[in-house]
């Protein structure tokens, strides 16, 4: 006899609010997921590539902030794009315990030739609404970040 419950008929949509936002984010995530394992990025290198392209010279704990996840895993990531020849780090001009992070030129080519990834899966999510249901959508969601934002 199987002590475990049938998880395959589980209705996640009827569960709280935060779990809802979870698992849209990660239907998300996987779409996108599925575009970047030709290239053999993560999504969160994918994410770093974006951000590095949009903000070169930014530090670990900016990113840190911007990505949403903790130090280790901001040093294990960058670790990584450096072994791959996708960053460099030099030292910050201003302050010597920070180390600035840029673009390498492999890193810069695959960041501009990824970043439509973005919008290909939002199109796809244009598809089930209309443009009116989309807008409110965003708009619904940055309100729910906003009640939460700190201060």
Do not use: C
């Not at 070169?56 to 130090?71: A, D, F, V, W």
């Not at 030292?91 to 030129?105: C, V």
């Amino acid at each position: 006899m199987n002590s475990h419950p049938n998880t395959s008929n589980w209705e996640w949509n009827k569960g709280p609010i935060g779990r809802t936002v979870k698992v849209a984010y990660i239907t998300l995530r996987r779409e996108v997921e599925e575009q970047l394992k030709p290239i053999g990025l993560t999504h969160t290198q994918w994410s770093a590539l974006g951000i590095l392209n949009h903000f070169p010279g930014i530090t670990s704990s900016e990113l840190e902030l911007i990505l949403m996840i903790e130090r280790p895993s901001v040093t294990s990531l960058m670790n990584g794009l450096e072994k791959r020849k996708l960053i460099i780090r030099k030292n910050h001009p201003d302050d010597a315990r920070y180390k600035q992070i840029y673009l390498t030129e492999e890193g810069k080519k695959i960041a501009m030739e990824t970043q439509q990834l973005t919008h290909l899966v939002e199109d796809r999510v244009k598809e089930g609404f209309s443009a009116e249901e989309f807008e409110m959508f965003k708009k619904l969601l940055n309100k729910l970040i906003n009640l939460f934002e700190k201060e």
